[in-house]
């Protein structure tokens, strides 16, 4: 078991940045897959961004080139470096964590890009 608590969200105008945080506690960090959702109102959770134990990523294809996920196993953290925002990617941000079948989820922190 995991326990996660997402910070960093805010209000932010187009083409600006925001860094997504993801502290984990109550269980072995590293072994972990770790991702980032999100769930803009009216619309299914979606996967943004994962990265596995040992460091590979993958994006979706509507924040390549723009979002970087990266992990600190000594810090038992998560990050999304989140850079030129547009109003698409206002959501509400979730961080999980995998292992095996099972997966953890935070309560999620708001984005909203708007001018």
């Known amino acids: 078991q995991v326990q996660l608590v997402e910070s960093g969200g805010g209000l932010v105008q187009p083409g600006g940045s925001l860094r997504l945080s993801c502290a984990a506690s109550?269980?072995?960090?590293?072994?972990?897959?770790m991702g980032w959702y999100r769930q803009a109102p009216g619309a299914q959770r979606e996967l943004v961004a994962a990265?596995?134990?040992?460091?590979?990523?993958n994006y979706a294809d509507s924040v390549k080139g723009r979002f970087t996920m990266s992990r600190n196993n000594s810090k038992n953290t998560v990050y999304l470096q989140m850079t030129s925002l547009k109003p698409e990617d206002t959501a509400v941000y979730y961080c999980?964590?995998?292992?095996?079948?099972?997966?953890?989820w935070g309560q999620g922190t708001q984005v909203t890009v708007s001018s």
């Open positions: 990265i596995t134990s040992g460091g590979s990523t």
């Open positions: 109550g269980s072995i960090f590293s072994v972990y897959t």
């Open positions: 999980n964590a995998r292992l095996f079948s099972r997966s953890s």
